[in-house]
């Protein structure tokens, strides 16, 4: 395995705070529009703001799991048969923590969104 990738140019931090910071406004922006625009109680709001920014989280999480467990032989055989020759198991583990982030984030801004009206 090569480590031209990820690995070696260093961790994008920048990048995971900013995709955390997109999960949490597009959260709370969906709870304020639910709330306000809808005018759905805050408690529905809720059930609908979390869930939905857990989403990305937990697929986020299951991918990384898959990646770990099965990204090099995935890497080597996209490439034997030429499917893809673009794809490593480097970038498919940055891809899920930008989802995991972008969950992490959705579930903090809902749940600050909600804290205000007890929810």
């Known amino acids: 395995m090569s480590q031209a990738g990820v690995e070696a140019a260093g961790r994008?931090?920048?990048?995971?705070?900013?995709?955390?910071?997109?999960?949490?406004?597009?959260?709370?922006?969906?709870?304020?529009?639910?709330?306000?625009?809808?005018?759905?109680?805050?408690?529905?709001a809720s059930e609908v703001a979390f869930p939905l920014a857990a989403l990305?989280?937990?697929?986020?999480?299951?991918?990384?799991?898959?990646?770990?467990?099965s990204g090099d032989a995935v890497e080597d055989f996209s490439g034997e048969i030429g499917l893809s020759k673009g794809w490593t198991a480097e970038s498919g583990r940055q891809a899920m923590a930008l989802l995991i982030a972008f969950g992490l984030g959705g579930m903090v801004g809902a749940a600050v969104a909600g804290a205000p009206y007890g929810v």
């Open 12 to 44: 994008d931090w920048g990048l995971l705070a900013r995709t955390a910071g997109f999960g949490a406004a597009a959260a709370f922006a969906l709870f304020y529009v639910l709330l306000l625009g809808f005018g759905a109680p805050p408690r529905a």
């Open 56 to 69: 990305p989280f937990s697929v986020g999480l299951l991918g990384w799991s898959g990646v770990l467990l």
